[in-house]
């Protein structure tokens, strides 16, 4: 599976659906064009409404949230997208770069203050890091269920 930059491939989707409908009026006349414009339209219409479901359930919950970090951190895989992975959270993560930066660099954090940062270029995945809290060793842990010393 080869992989195409972001810009090339802002060029190729427009070209090949303009090659689409010229085929259909070549082959369908009009018709064809009507048939395979439809198919377009439905098209941009599933990815707009996917894109404003992944909106509303991220805008429900608090800004860099995640319900586990441990799980987030497992179920990324580099390349994807900043908006899969905004659905997979559904949360918005806290942005740690400036405005128009590159890399953009969002966290997100679970209720135990363990977080994921990720790395994005050109609004893919690169990189990301899972931090955890230091747990404090402390030799004076209680067993559960252990009796205690009565008197």
Known sequence: MTIVPMNLRNILIPLGL??????????????????????????????????????????QRPIGYVGSAVMLNVKLKPRQPLVHVVAMTRSLGERLSGDDEQPEIYRWTDGTQSHVT?????????????????????????????????P
Not at 24 to 44: C, E, F, N, P, T
Not at 51 to 59: C, D, E, G, I, K
């Open 18 to 59: 303009l090659v689409l409908l010229i085929g259909a009026y070549q082959s369908y006349g009009w018709l064809g064009v009507v048939a395979v414009g439809g198919g377009i339209v439905m098209w941009l219409l599933l990815h707009f409404t996917r894109l404003m479901t992944v909106m509303r359930r991220a805008s």
């Open 118 to 150: 990720c790395e994005f270029v050109g609004g893919r995945l690169m990189k990301w890091a899972l931090q955890r809290p230091q747990q404090p060793e402390s030799g004076a842990e209680i067993e559960a269920g252990a009796p205690s010393a009565a």
